[in-house]
């Protein structure tokens, strides 16, 4: 035991004394002519505008951050599966529902694969979606308004991971369990998993028109887990692929038992074929208890619907619907190429990179060359569906993404790199070390049929020595890559938020110029919205008091309340009337139990405060709006329980 401890800590300080080397000899490079040349290529002057777009996930933040390419800079962070204290999101009353689920209210998730909308596989720049891998959810953010405007919990699913991609027409977005589970869910021993847990891979339909998902059917395939998946397109439009691990069904000690087998699969899914079944009526409706949760611009409120039944489809329903690709081994990432001939799979615990081809599978299908099959469904002869490798190309491949040149671009975790390759010969075209133990890759349209191969952005796992020391906590780190040569060109180092699983760019011609500015308060559909500040007022329910409360640079109505009693709940529904770009206020009142609420021009947002000292406690506007922004407060005076103080309010100068 010692003797193998010591020999794999032996190999851990090779690589990394190699991947020092490579760091030392890269900085050498990099320096004089070529490094001002990479500073030129990365400048965006001072009022100028980025190129792209990059929507990062932030993995265990629970949301996506926003930046700028090539400058690396970060413009927003969007809030997603996680309470966000910046704006409110997930704190105010408008809000919560957003974060409802069939476990209640869950205040955070791990985000994970976000991935842009997509109009005869081109990137339309409508929306990017995102799944919640730990309660299993995905999130669809309008890139209007760069928020997040609909969550659908994924039911029958755990680990929620092999997520969130779309097809070309944006006709689904899919979702895979990571771990399988019993199928509805039961109290049945552990080691009863082998052929009684069940992957479930979910076709969530996206409507064309206002975006509303609703999930179409969930395929029920055999227990295994479903790591990643990537959609058909151009000739395989109609497919969906996800590799599998843990084929070996064990439910223990998973990091010897689970790499038995020399290959796993890749489940190639005719979703097209499944969907004609469901539309006539195929599939069975099984009881479930999931979460629907949409935000509406109109009335800035979201609803929660629980929804009861799902429907569920057997593979074997529906033959010649699903077939089994042998790949070796573990794979991770499921790739396919822009023309959608090739299926790349990442065995992470292999050398090379296997390169499926669409069309082998295609004539080993229609010639029912199977080998066996698991569970019913066929699996094919690994020779008939192999394209090709890409021989030694690195060590523990993990994701590919393709610059719309012939070109891949994987990443190899262990030998900490980026390689990029040729799709037709699969030779070695050129590596890049990354710093260090890179994840994903992302290229701007990198899952569609029309790359943007500028740039190739690494997101790296380790970050160590690449800036300041911030203590024992470091954010993670990507680099940034020419890629528009033969050889690729490292740019630009810069930090990430959270851990970044994955990122969709986009140029940003398509969305910067229907970003929308402000929200017309002629159209604020709110409940409690003060259109008018003579409609300012104070309303008491019993122990609800509701305040309607209108906010303009720099002043609150009303501004003092008086007549609140400990005990009371009071609902702060706020109205800013601006209807100017870029004038947002914030409301903070002492004591909450929640966040300040940072309220757009024309937005309403409720914020509730429970008072539970008798004084005279103030609020303040907490964004810096104006010269008289320090002005911008009020008081509420809180009087005993039993106190018959009337209520009253101030309007102020109005
Ligand atoms: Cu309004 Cu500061």
Request: with cysteine; net charge negative; glycine share 8%.
């Amino acid at each position: 035991m010692k003797i193998s401890l010591k020999i794999i800590a032996s190999l851990l300080l090779a690589t990394s004394i190699v991947s020092c080397n490579n760091s030392e000899q890269k900085k050498e490079g990099n320096r004089g002519a070529l490094a001002s040349n990479a500073a030129e290529k990365v400048y965006v002057a001072p009022g100028e505008h980025d190129e792209f777009y990059a929507f990062i996930s932030g993995g265990y933040s629970g949301n996506i951050t926003v930046y700028g390419l090539p400058s690396g800079r970060m413009f927003k962070e969007i809030p997603v599966f996680s309470q966000f204290p910046t704006n409110g999101y997930g704190y105010s009353e408008e809000t919560k529902p957003m974060l409802n689920t069939s476990h209640g209210f869950i205040p955070w998730d791990d985000a994970h694969h976000p991935d842009i909308s997509q109009t005869s596989g081109k990137l339309d720049g409508r929306w990017v979606f995102i799944n919640g891998n730990n309660t299993p959810r995905i999130a669809k953010i309008d890139l209007k308004t760069f928020e997040t405007t609909e969550i659908i919990e994924v039911p029958n699913s755990a680990g929620n991971h092999s997520s969130s991609f779309v097809t070309e027409n944006t006709e689904y977005v899919v979702a895979g369990t990571r771990f399988s589970v019993p199928v509805p869910q039961q109290d049945i021993p552990i080691n009863e998993y082998k052929g009684k847990f069940k992957g479930a891979l979910s076709f969530i339909s996206v409507d064309p028109e206002d975006g509303r998902m609703s999930i179409k059917f969930q395929l029920m395939m055999p227990g295994f887990d479903y790591d990643l998946s990537h959609p058909g397109r151009g000739k395989s439009h109609g497919w969906f692929f996800f590799t599998t691990y843990n084929t070996e069904e064990a439910n223990t000690l998973l990091e010897v038992n689970a790499s038995q087998n020399d290959k796993d699969f890749i489940a190639a899914v005719n979703w097209k074929k499944i969907e004609e079944y469901v539309n006539n009526g195929g599939g069975k409706k099984m009881p479930a208890n999931y979460a629907h949760n949409v935000y509406s611009d109109e009335s800035h409120s979201a609803t929660s619907t629980m929804i009861k039944e799902v429907l569920v489809v057997d593979p074997l329903e529906v033959p010649g619907a699903v077939f089994l690709l042998p790949t070796p081994k573990s794979p991770h990432g499921c790739d396919v190429d822009p023309s959608g001939e090739y299926i790349i799979g990442n065995g992470k615990l292999s050398a090379d990179l296997t390169v499926h081809s669409f069309t082998k599978m295609i004539n080993a299908i229609e010639n029912k060359k199977f080998d066996g099959d698991a569970y019913g469904i066929p699996i094919l002869k690994f020779e008939d569906v192999l394209a090709g490798t890409v021989k030694q190309a690195g060590l523990g491949p993990l994701h590919t993404e393709f610059d719309g040149k012939g070109n891949g671009y994987t990443t190899f975790f262990i030998s900490s790199e980026l390689v990029k390759w040729n799709l037709e010969t699969r030779e070695v075209i050129d590596r890049q070390p990354n710093y260090y133990s890179v994840g994903h890759v992302m290229i701007p349209g990198g899952n569609s049929a029309h790359p943007f191969g500028k740039y190739a952005v690494s997101m790296n796992k380790i970050t160590k020595d690449r800036y300041l020391p911030t203590g024992p906590e470091l954010e993670h780190s990507a680099q940034l890559f020419d890629i528009s040569g033969e050889k690729m060109e490292l740019l630009l180092d810069f930090p990430t938020h959270g851990e970044p699983h994955y990122a969709a760019g986009i140029p940003a011609e398509i969305i910067k110029d229907r970003s929308q500015k402000i929200y017309k308060l002629a159209e604020n559909k709110h409940e409690y919205a003060t259109l008018a500040n003579g409609d300012a007022r104070v309303e008491r329910k019993g122990n609800e008091v509701h305040v309607y409360m209108t906010m303009i640079r720099s002043h609150f109505t009303p501004d003092n309340i008086e007549g609140i009693k400990v005990g009371d709940k009071v609902y702060f529904h706020i109205t800013n009337h601006e209807q100017d770009f870029d004038v947002p206020h914030g409301f903070a009142m002492i004591g909450a139990n929640n966040a300040e609420l940072l309220i757009m021009p024309g937005q309403t947002k409720t914020l509730v405060w429970k008072p539970k000292q008798v004084g005279v406690w103030p609020f303040y506007c907490t964004d810096f709006c104006s010269a008289l922004h320090q002005e911008m407060q009020g008081y509420v005076r809180v009087s005993p329980k039993a106190s018959n103080i009337k209520l009253s309010w101030s309007l102020g100068e109005d």
